[in-house]
């Protein structure tokens, strides 16, 4: 899989006929859950990482934990479903505000859709069935304040 989305990464960095990428997950129930323990990647798996410099939408469709959280963290635009919850558990792999919210030493406490918009985790939150097409319009729209290449600052 990371060798799969290292080659898809540097394919669109390297395509001058795309301006802009929306990126979401396949089902209603998680966005990602990250990579196998046993299975860390080997090469760079995020758009960033490939040298991509080009409008990032994320659009997060139900869980996003661990690597995911990278995802969210790079994007120039976060769209969140009604149902999203975000989850930080590993201080390695995800920026510092999401991994400093559990200071007992605990799991921190999943962040809705709702926390994540009030602190700026995301910047929209809509209905499962309009996720896709607000990802599509917060892609192609050059007016929207977060399309100007927004790089999300979570400390």
């Given at each position: 899989?990371?060798?799969?989305?290292?080659?898809?990464?540097?394919?669109?960095?390297?395509?001058?006929?795309?301006?802009?990428?929306?990126?979401?997950?396949?089902?209603?129930?998680?966005?990602?859950?990250?990579f196998d323990r046993a299975?860390?990647?080997?090469?760079?798996?995020?758009?960033?990482?490939?040298?991509?410099?080009?409008?990032?939408?994320?659009?997060?469709?139900?869980?996003?934990?661990?690597?995911?959280?990278?995802?969210?963290?790079?994007?120039?635009?976060?769209?969140?479903?009604?149902?999203?919850?975000?989850?930080?558990?590993?201080?390695?792999?995800?920026?510092?505000?999401?991994?400093?919210?559990?200071?007992?030493?605990?799991?921190?406490?999943?962040?809705?859709?709702?926390h994540a918009l009030r602190?700026?985790?995301?910047?929209?939150?809509?209905?499962?069935?309009?996720?896709?097409?607000?990802?599509?319009?917060?892609?192609?729209?050059?007016?929207?304040?977060?399309?100007?290449h927004r790089r999300r600052?979570?400390?």
């Amino acid at each position: 899989m990371a060798r799969r989305l290292n080659f898809v990464w540097c394919s669109v960095r390297d395509d001058p006929e795309v301006d802009a990428i929306v990126l979401s997950g396949a089902g209603a129930e998680a966005f990602s859950v990250g990579f196998d323990r046993a299975d860390r990647p080997s090469v760079p798996v995020t758009p960033r990482e490939c040298g991509v410099d080009k409008r990032l939408v994320v659009a997060v469709n139900g869980v996003a934990c661990r690597e995911a959280l990278q995802l969210v963290e790079q994007a120039d635009v976060v769209v969140a479903s009604a149902h999203a919850r975000f989850l930080a558990a590993a201080p390695d792999l995800v920026g510092p505000r999401l991994t400093t919210r559990g200071s007992t030493g605990t799991a921190p406490a999943p962040i809705t859709a709702e926390h994540a918009l009030r602190s700026g985790l995301a910047d929209d939150v809509v209905p499962l069935a309009s996720l896709h097409r607000r990802a599509a319009e917060l892609a192609t729209s050059l007016d929207h304040p977060h399309t100007q290449h927004r790089r999300r600052n979570l400390t």
